[in-house]
């Protein structure tokens, strides 16, 4: 099985759709802009995290669209939160 290794445009491009859409999921009024950047730094953390533990595997575009999902899902609840 051949692995592929995600390089810094991809995991921008699939963090930043991942975090577009968690926004959308999760209904919020932070903007397209914030939702991206939740997305891709949600991903980023998500991602190495659950490598640590050997969750997920380490190579992938869809288990770090999934983690950049749950992880971005998770910093905009945190947001919304510290918004309050």
Do not use: C, H, Y
């Not at 397209?32 to 939740?38: E, K, Q």
Request: glycine share 14%; net charge positive; proline share 1%.
């Amino acid at each position: 099985m051949e692995t592929i290794q995600l390089g810094w445009f991809w995991m921008i491009v699939i963090g930043g759709f991942a975090g577009w859409l968690a926004g959308k999921f999760m209904q919020t009024r932070f903007g397209v802009l914030m939702n991206i950047v939740l997305g891709i730094v949600g991903s980023a953390v998500a991602t190495t995290l659950l490598r640590q533990f050997n969750i997920i595997p380490e190579d992938g575009r869809l288990a770090f669209f999934v983690t950049g999902f749950l992880g971005a899902s998770l910093l905009i609840f945190v947001a919304r939160l510290v918004r309050r």
